[in-house]
């Protein structure tokens, strides 16, 4: 029988391993240049369904363009085109590197793994999120028990982050400031599992 401990180290030696896409490069550089083309849409109607596309595609974008600011976010496309025609690298060493690439691909689908599965009427905690997940996203999650080990059992945004910052073999504090490029009041919280700083 494994332990949660055996099965954490092989989900973080696959993440480590696994490298970042050329075309989740250029999704990404696609995702920075909406971010940028938003903030010169007039307010209003047009800007509102811009802003409503972009957090649909890409979950959390909003809250990085916000936080990481502008300057960042010119910096991570231009990683990320990079990214898009250069051979591609095991995420360890993005993270090394680049950290905020290969982390927000992943968080943007485990954002909407969890908006798809709220939106298809998913209700109850980790158990029933990982039993309902589609066939493309269960290679994403871990085995319930897992998964309310590291990262809780509410199916939440900030159980997405804590089993990203789990397989990524970081602190969550640490997860936030790559993300953000600053750190903040969502780095801990009351309720947050034990060791979890």
């Known amino acids: 029988m494994t332990t949660p401990a055996a099965e954490l180290a092989v989900w973080q030696a696959a993440y480590a391993g696994r490298p970042l896409a050329r075309d989740g490069c250029a999704a990404m550089a696609e995702k920075y240049a909406a971010l940028a083309a938003l903030v010169m849409l007039p307010a209003g109607p047009v800007q509102d369904a811009a802003l409503r596309t ?3 595609r890409w979950p959390g974008s909003l809250r990085e363009a916000q936080l ?3 300057e960042r976010c010119r910096e991570r496309r231009a990683q990320a085109e990079v990214g ?3 051979a591609e690298r095991a995420r360890a060493q993005w993270l090394r590197e680049a950290p905020a690439l290969p982390l927000w ?3 943007h689908l485990l954002l909407a793994d969890q908006l798809r599965w709220r939106a298809g009427g998913g209700v109850g905690e980790a ?3 990982v039993a309902g997940l589609a066939e493309e996203a269960r ?3 871990p085995a319930a028990g897992l998964l309310v080990e590291v990262a809780g059992r509410q199916v939440r945004t900030r159980q997405a982050y804590r089993w990203l910052a789990a397989q990524a073999g970081v602190p969550p504090a640490a997860l936030n400031y790559a993300l953000f490029g600053r750190t903040g009041p969502w780095d801990r ?3 947050d ?3 979890s700083a």
Do not use: I, K, Q, V
């Open 54 to 56: 972009t957090a649909r």
């Open 68 to 70: 990481a600011g502008p």
């Open 84 to 86: 898009a025609l250069a």
């Open 105 to 107: 691909a992943d968080l």
């Open 127 to 129: 158990e029933a999120f």
């Open 139 to 141: 290679g994403r999650w």
């Open 189 to 191: 919280r009351s309720g």
């Open 193 to 195: 599992l034990p060791g």
